[in-house]
């Protein structure tokens, strides 16, 4: 019998992981599958519960539930912890389950694997406050940046994240003006500005020459900031397919013990949206 795997979400059909895991199964010769799950939003518990009890081996959770999971696990990988969220569910032997995060060893072997981007060393700054920025916030400073600067619209919120992430890094927060004429050598976007086609009111100089910019999501939700990349002359400017792929990488290598290939996938992924 194959071991059942599946990503959990709502809405959940445009979800590219059953694609992705299938490759990686087909790639690596295990013998799995990996199905799509429509969570209901009044009783996601009962849903893992009840995709656990049928015999499931792991989820992944997305949109809206990665909070309620965290809350679900019944322990949790320090990534997790810090995250306040968790994209991985794995059945552990004695029927407990394990909550894991790993869409910012995903952001960082993108950037760092992919693209040879060197983290350490770097000034970076991490844009938005909510969800998004607080998952990939520990795997960045575990990189080996000399800053990593949290700006958002709520100054207040970068503020209370940067302190919360202050005993794994050099961090700091604040608004948006606050970093004009900064230079960072990496600017991440993890606001959701994109998804209504909007640009973060981002300050002049906050890129260096040279720098590069990178937004966690792909697909027109990304074009805003990364055609604002291209007016500040970024050298490298990279939406979130890759990291997609890679966090999926990760999940699978903590299921299967197995680390697929990626780079055919992304080019795979690339080739379709074209289409
Ligand atoms: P997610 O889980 O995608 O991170 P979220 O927790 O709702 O979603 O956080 C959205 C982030 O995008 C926040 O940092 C938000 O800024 P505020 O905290 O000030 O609300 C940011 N954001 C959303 N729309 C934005 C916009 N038009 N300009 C700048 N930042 C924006």
Redesign the pocket.
Known sequence: MPSRYAVIGHPIEHSRSPVIHAAFARQTGQDLVYDRILGRLDDFAGDVQRFFAAGGAGLNVT?PFKEQAWALADERSPYAETAGAVNTLSRLPDGRLRGDNTDGAGLVRDLAGNHGFAFAGRRVLL???????RGVLRPLLDAGVTELAIA???AA?AEALAAAAAAFGPVRGGGFDGFAGAGFDLILN????GL?G????LPAGCLSAGGWVYDLVYGPASVPFLDWGRSQGAAVVLDGLGMLVEQAAESFLLWRGVRPETAEVIAELRRAMAR
Do not use: Y
């Not at 993890?190 to 500005?193: D, K, P, Y």
């Not at 909007?198 to 009111?201: C, H």
């Open positions: 949109v844009l938005g406050a909510g969800g998004a920025a958002n619209r709520t919120k993890a606001t959701s500005a209504g909007a640009l973060p009111a």
